[in-house]
């Protein structure tokens, strides 16, 4: 691992219900050893069935992934936010981290599993530019 990936990598939304959930299941899977990922929400809710559903058709397990705040993550741990937001506020992480921002549509909106899907293949895109190395590898 080089000095410059993150150890521990938070992606950030709204709800922590869909993008900040498929992005926390795909990272996990795809980022080097060592590096810990986590997800949470400035409102936080019930991780969506459909993020569940369209991340099981790529073999991995989210069910057991809850919401989480902002105020549950311990900020003195975190390297490296990426935020999710497009067309809502996104939430506020405090301190000195280096930041992504990732404008994702909400695919709760639609609610269709196409727009899960359409976002879980961006994350997935993103992340494999973040860690070249890294592809999905089912739990």
């Given at each position: 691992?080089?000095?410059?990936?993150?150890?521990?990598?938070?992606?950030?939304?709204?709800?922590?219900?869909?993008?900040?959930?498929?992005?926390?299941?795909?990272?996990?899977?795809?980022a080097p050893a060592g590096v810990r990922v986590s997800s949470?929400?400035?409102?936080?809710?019930?991780?969506?069935?459909?993020?569940v559903a369209v991340l099981a058709e790529l073999g991995l397990d989210i069910s057991a992934q809850r919401s989480k705040a902002v105020a549950e993550i311990d900020t003195e741990t975190v390297d490296l936010v990426i935020t999710l937001c497009a067309?809502?506020?996104?939430?506020?992480?405090?301190?000195?981290?280096?930041?992504?921002?990732?404008?994702?549509?909400?695919?709760?909106?639609?609610?269709?599993?196409?727009?899960?899907?359409?976002?879980?293949d961006e994350i997935r895109r993103r992340l494999k530019e973040l860690w070249p190395s890294g592809d999905v590898q089912p739990q």
């Open positions: 691992m080089s000095p410059l990936e993150p150890l521990h990598v938070l992606f950030l939304c709204v709800q922590n219900s869909a993008r900040s959930q498929m992005a926390e299941g795909l990272a996990r899977a795809m949470a929400g400035s409102a936080p809710a019930q991780v969506r069935p459909q993020a067309e809502e506020v996104c939430p506020v992480f405090p301190g000195p981290v280096r930041r992504l921002h990732w404008p994702l549509p909400d695919p709760a909106r639609e609610g269709s599993l196409e727009a899960f899907r359409a976002v879980r």
